[in-house]
């Protein structure tokens, strides 16, 4: 297990951007594979990105309102942080975002099931106003 402690939510008009970091303890946090999910308030949780223990591959939501092309994930191991860069900020982004870690054999894995992780941080409010 790994700790973990989201940051960087707030309130944001449609069309602004959001920086969410995610900051681990511990002294292994290059062996974890991380991810990035949501959920609106009477909503499922639901994943919004991954990205591999070293960074090298990313993979990303891909329902209607697609993230893709809007948000990017990305780690510095040396900082033990995951961040997630919003931009172009809609309403429906409005969702409690929460961190995710998993332990990982290989380095190029990426996990998109939530029972895949074993680790969560408490959460972040991100509100976007229209």
């Known amino acids: 297990q790994v700790q973990l402690v989201e940051s960087g939510g707030g309130l944001v008009q449609a069309g602004g951007s959001l920086r969410l970091s995610c900051a681990a303890s511990?002294?292994?946090?290059?062996?974890?594979?991380m991810g990035w999910f949501r959920q609106a308030p009477g909503k499922e949780r639901e994943f919004v990105a991954a990205i591999s223990r070293r960074g090298g591959i990313t993979y990303y939501a891909d329902y209607a309102d697609s993230v893709l092309g809007r948000f990017t994930i990305s780690r510095d191991n040396a900082k033990n942080t995951v961040y997630l860069q919003m931009n172009n900020l809609k309403p429906e982004d409005t969702a409690v975002y929460y961190c995710?870690?998993?332990?990982?054999?290989?380095?190029?894995?990426?996990?998109?099931?939530?029972?895949?992780?074993?680790?969560w941080g408490q959460g972040t409010q991100v509100t976007v106003s229209s």
């Open positions: 995710a870690a998993r332990i990982s054999f290989t380095v190029a894995s990426v996990y998109v099931k939530e029972s895949d992780y074993d680790s």
């Open positions: 511990g002294r292994t946090f290059s062996n974890y594979a």
